[in-house]
C-alpha cells in the first residue's frame, strides 16, 4: 500500500499569494513615495567646502531638472533653478501671497513668447546655506508653482555640474 502526503489546504495558497503581493505593493509605493520626495527637493545636500565657503550640492531629478526647496522673504517657496532665465521669477499668486509691490511692468521672453511681468524687489532669497538680500526679481503670471531661480541669484555662486550633480558654491557675496 502507497502512502500519500496530505495534500496542504487550498485556503492557504491564495492567503500566501495575498501576502506576498501586499509586500510587492508596499515595497512599490515606498519606492514612489521616495521617488516622489526627491523629485519635489532636488535631493539636496549641504555642507561646507574645503576653502570654507558654503556648498549645495542638488541632484537631478527624472527630467535632469534641478528642483529645490528654499525660501524667499522667510516664506517657503519651490525653486526651479534656470540659468537661462535672468532673474528669480516668481508666479503673480505667489507674489501676493508673499505681499510684494508690482513694481513697473515690463515684457520679459518665455519659452512660449513674450509675456507681460512686473519688476519687484526680494528682500532675502535662500536656497539652504546659500542666501543674498535685496534680489532682483519679476512676477510672472501664469509661471507654475515653482519659482525660477535665476541669474539674478545664481551668478553670485560658483556653479559646478558633476554627473547629474549640480554644486552651487559661495562666490562673491552680494550679501
Given at each position: 500500500m502507497?502512502?500519500?502526503?496530505?495534500?496542504?489546504?487550498?485556503?492557504?495558497?491564495?492567503?500566501?499569494?495575498?501576502?506576498?503581493?501586499?509586500?510587492?505593493?508596499?515595497?512599490?509605493?515606498?519606492?514612489?513615495?521616495?521617488?516622489?520626495?526627491?523629485?519635489?527637493?532636488g535631493g539636496m545636500?549641504?555642507?561646507?567646502?574645503?576653502?570654507?565657503?558654503?556648498?549645495?550640492?542638488l541632484q537631478a531629478n527624472r527630467s535632469g531638472?534641478?528642483?529645490?526647496?528654499?525660501?524667499?522673504?522667510?516664506?517657503?517657496?519651490?525653486?526651479?533653478?534656470?540659468?537661462?532665465?535672468?532673474?528669480?521669477?516668481?508666479?503673480?499668486?505667489?507674489?501676493?501671497?508673499?505681499?510684494l509691490e508690482f513694481g513697473p511692468r515690463i515684457t520679459v521672453m518665455t519659452a512660449a513668447g513674450p509675456a507681460v511681468a512686473w519688476r519687484t524687489r526680494l528682500d532675502r532669497v535662500s536656497l539652504g546655506s546659500l542666501a543674498l538680500s535685496d534680489v532682483r526679481a519679476t512676477i510672472t503670471p501664469g509661471l507654475g508653482r515653482e519659482a525660477l531661480l535665476g541669474m539674478s541669484f545664481l551668478k553670485y555662486f560658483n556653479l559646478r555640474q558633476e554627473g547629474d550633480r549640480l554644486v552651487l558654491q559661495g562666490g562673491s557675496q552680494k550679501g
Open positions: 502507497e502512502v500519500q502526503e496530505p495534500e496542504k489546504p487550498l485556503s492557504t495558497r491564495p492567503g500566501k499569494t495575498f501576502a506576498w503581493l501586499a509586500v510587492i505593493g508596499l515595497m512599490l509605493g515606498l519606492t514612489a513615495f521616495y521617488h516622489a520626495i526627491t523629485e519635489r527637493s545636500e549641504q555642507g561646507i567646502g574645503v576653502d570654507g565657503r558654503a556648498m549645495v550640492t531638472h534641478y528642483v529645490a526647496e528654499g525660501e524667499i522673504n522667510g516664506q517657503p517657496v519651490v525653486f526651479l533653478l534656470d540659468t537661462g532665465a535672468t532673474d528669480v521669477a516668481i508666479s503673480d499668486k505667489t507674489a501676493r501671497a508673499l505681499g
